[in-house]
């Protein structure tokens, strides 16, 4: 079992950049792969970004990739999404996913069925 805690969210400029953060409880985070996605009102929750437990590959949005990065420190249980250069589409509420592998198949998995964990989500509002 593991807690996700998103943190870093807020109001930025077009163009400006954010770091989220997402902090885990629990003593097995190295076997996680973990997700970034997102959903804007009216919207269906999308894909932003994944990275396997190793950290050794990563996938992304077509819209994101080139400004975002994604990242993860295992001795701090902590997967980031680093955005840069955004834009007032990238505006949603963003949410992080662990899926636990034990340590079964190192991939990266794009759809929220792949996640069973999931954080409370943190606002992410792009100004033009």
């Known amino acids: 079992q593991v807690q996700l805690v998103e943190s870093g969210g807020g109001l930025v400029q077009a163009g400006g950049s954010l770091r989220l953060s997402c902090a885990a409880s629990?003593?097995?985070?190295?076997?996680?792969?973990m997700g970034w996605f997102r959903q804007a009102p009216g919207n269906e929750r999308e894909f932003v970004a994944g990275?396997?437990?190793?950290?050794?590959?990563?996938s992304y949005a077509d819209s994101v990739k080139g400004r975002f990065t994604i990242s993860r420190d295992n001795a701090k249980n902590t997967a980031y999404l680093q955005m840069n250069s955004l834009k007032p589409e990238d505006t949603a509420v963003y949410y992080c996913?662990?899926?636990?592998?034990?340590?079964?198949?190192?991939?990266?998995?794009?759809?929220?069925?792949?996640?069973?964990?999931w954080g409370q989500g943190t606002q992410v509002t792009v100004s033009s």
């Open positions: 990275v396997n437990y190793s950290g050794g590959g990563s």
């Open positions: 629990g003593r097995t985070f190295s076997s996680y792969a």
């Open positions: 996913a662990g899926r636990n592998t034990r340590y079964n198949g190192n991939y990266v998995y794009n759809q929220p069925s792949d996640y069973g964990y």
